[in-house]
Nanobody
Framework: QVRLVESGGGLVQPGGSLRLSCAAS????????MGWYRQAPGKQRDLVAS???????NYADSVKGRFTISRDNAKNTVYLQMNSLQPEDTADYYC?????????????WGQGTQVTISS
């Protein structure tokens, strides 16, 4: 089992920034890709960004140039730096891991952290 604990969500004005963190514990050896999904009310959960163990990244088109994913393998932690936030970024953000190099098939989910962009 892998436990994922997210932090860093909150309320921010349009144009602002937030940094999400997700710390993994438990069966760390099973983790390759780490990433973030988000789910807005009434919508499906979509991939935002992912990063493999060796640092290969992938982003949804809607966040390219605004969001940056990174990870610290020594701390078993993945980060999502979100800049130039817009109301359409409002969602619950979920950390996810996979034993694969991509995060399309998720093995473990975090509990989610709420991000609200509003003036």
């Amino acid at each position: 089992q892998v436990r994922l604990v997210e932090s860093g969500g909150g309320l921010v004005q349009p144009g602002g920034s937030l940094r999400l963190s997700c710390a993994a514990s438990g069966r760390i050896s099973s983790i390759n890709a780490m990433g973030w999904y988000r789910q807005a009310p009434g919508k499906q959960r979509d991939l935002v960004a992912s990063i493999s163990r060796n640092g290969l990244t992938n982003y949804a088109d809607s966040v390219k140039g605004r969001f940056t994913i990174s990870r610290d393998n020594a701390k078993n932690t993945v980060y999502l730096q979100m800049n130039s936030l817009q109301p359409e970024d409002t969602a619950d953000y979920y950390c996810a891991t996979s034993w694969r190099t991509t995060i399309n098939a998720v093995d473990y989910w975090g509990q989610g952290t709420q991000v609200t962009i509003s003036s």
